[in-house]
């Protein structure tokens, strides 16, 4: 890997910018959920035990390159004092000598790095005033490291740069999946459209040696080879699309399994009748809502077949019983060969970590990734600027 990590930087003290993620979910002024700041404390503990002063970026919200108060990064000093253990110093306009003059074992919060367009656009005069404050720049934000932004990439290229701990964790994780991984790989890749996921599909298929593809893409791709999905979710005008992606698989040596059989029903509603049937054999008034059974023991064998898994999106309706079935089942083996030293799992994608949580899975994944669209476009074997920058 081409980027350094807070353990080749001299933190002694130096003023360390650094990037993070608390763009967490908020409620009546609260936040709700604080895994991303919880995630976060190992690399400010870091900078602290080595003498550094960690001034952390982030961004809050959408608030388009304008002050909006309640998009405030102060709504999140709460939850950081509590995770953090101690008192977080809260700066509206930075300046050096300010931070320069703050008593060792300080840590100071930066207000919102969109209240500016300029951090979007990332100009460079927000990049140079940004360097200015600091010494080194550590960037603990994969999450956002698919957006060239001033405080994520052009500030990267004018300081000596490192990953934090959550990003070079999440680096390593990625690495070992699709850079270098233990072979047979598998790929399981869910969801409702195939439109979204066009350009995942056309990497991974060069990558991996087997694809699961479940929900509602399955059906468009069973459409496209002549299946009646009945009133499934599908795309029917991606048919020729879904035909190459199949052609390109089978020239790369790519196994793509689909569905064998399903469980349908008449409505898409909790415990709604449904039934159980061979893949081909969809009532025209039915939906597709989740694979089957005999679909799921092939997925296991897969698994047991495979060194590495990745994962993105689930098999079915994963939100509404009994329609979870196959999305749990199948995760429940991936753990049980993770824990059991077999397979090296990681998952990623905001349905993703929602449906392995929901089966009781996601603490026995080697990793999951909270990225979402940064972990999507990675998967997809693009160039993420703010992972780039350290490199360079």
């Known amino acids: 890997m081409g980027w350094k990590t807070l353990d080749d930087m001299e933190l002694a003290g130096k003023i360390v910018l650094t990037r993070v993620d608390i763009n967490v979910p908020?409620?009546?002024?609260?936040?709700?959920?604080?895994?991303?700041?919880?995630?976060?404390?190992?690399?400010?503990?870091?900078?602290?035990?080595?003498?550094?002063?960690?001034?952390?970026?982030?961004?809050?919200?959408?608030?388009?390159?304008?002050?909006?108060?309640?998009?405030?990064?102060?709504?999140?000093?709460?939850?950081?004092?509590?995770?953090?253990?101690?008192?977080?110093?809260?700066?509206?306009?930075?300046?050096?000598?300010?931070?320069?003059?703050?008593?060792?074992?300080?840590?100071?919060l930066v207000e919102n790095t969109r209240f500016t367009p300029m951090e979007e656009k990332n100009d460079p005069m927000m990049a140079d005033f940004l360097a200015s404050l600091g010494d080194i720049y550590c960037n603990d934000a994969f999450s956002a490291a698919h957006r060239a932004h001033a405080s994520t990439e052009g500030v990267a290229r004018r300081l000596p740069s490192c990953a934090g701990r959550l990003m070079a964790e999440e680096l390593s994780a990625l690495d070992k999946a699709l850079g270098s991984p233990a072979r047979p790989v598998a790929a399981v890749v869910g969801g409702a459209k195939v439109s979204t996921k066009l350009d995942l599909l056309g990497n991974l298929v060069e990558k991996v040696d087997h694809l699961v593809i479940g929900g509602g893409m399955a059906n468009t791709f069973l459409a496209a080879q002549g299946v009646d999905v009945g009133k499934s979710l599908a795309e029917h005008e991606m048919a020729d699309t879904a035909r190459a992606i199949l052609e390109k698989a089978k020239a790369a040596g790519c196994a793509v399994h689909l569905p064998v059989d399903i469980v349908v029903a008449r409505e898409f509603a909790a415990n709604a009748a449904s039934e159980t049937l061979p893949v081909d054999q969809c009532p025209a008034d039915a939906m597709i809502l989740d694979a089957g059974p005999a679909t799921v023991t092939a997925l296991k064998e897969v698994f047991g077949q495979c060194r590495t898994l990745i994962w993105n999106g689930p098999l079915g309706a994963f939100e509404i019983e009994p329609f979870d079935a196959a999305t749990n089942a199948a995760a429940e083996e991936a753990a049980r060969l993770t824990a059991g030293g077999k397979l090296i799992s990681v998952a990623g994608g905001g349905d993703t970590v929602a449906a392995l949580n929901k089966a009781g899975a996601s603490d026995r994944f080697t990793y999951i990734s909270t990225a979402g669209g940064a972990f999507l476009e990675w998967m997809e074997g693009k160039t993420l600027p703010g992972v780039a920058a350290l490199e360079g």
Request: glycine share 8%; proline share 10%.
């Open 26 to 108: 908020v409620e009546d002024g609260r936040v709700t959920d604080a895994t991303r700041i919880e995630r976060i404390v190992p690399t400010v503990k870091d900078i602290l035990v080595h003498g550094g002063t960690p001034v952390l970026l982030a961004h809050f919200g959408r608030p388009k390159g304008q002050p909006v108060p309640e998009m405030s990064l102060r709504i999140t000093l709460p939850t950081l004092e509590e995770k953090l253990g101690q008192r977080v110093e809260f700066v509206e306009r930075p300046d050096r000598a300010t931070l320069e003059a703050l008593p060792a074992g300080t840590v100071v």
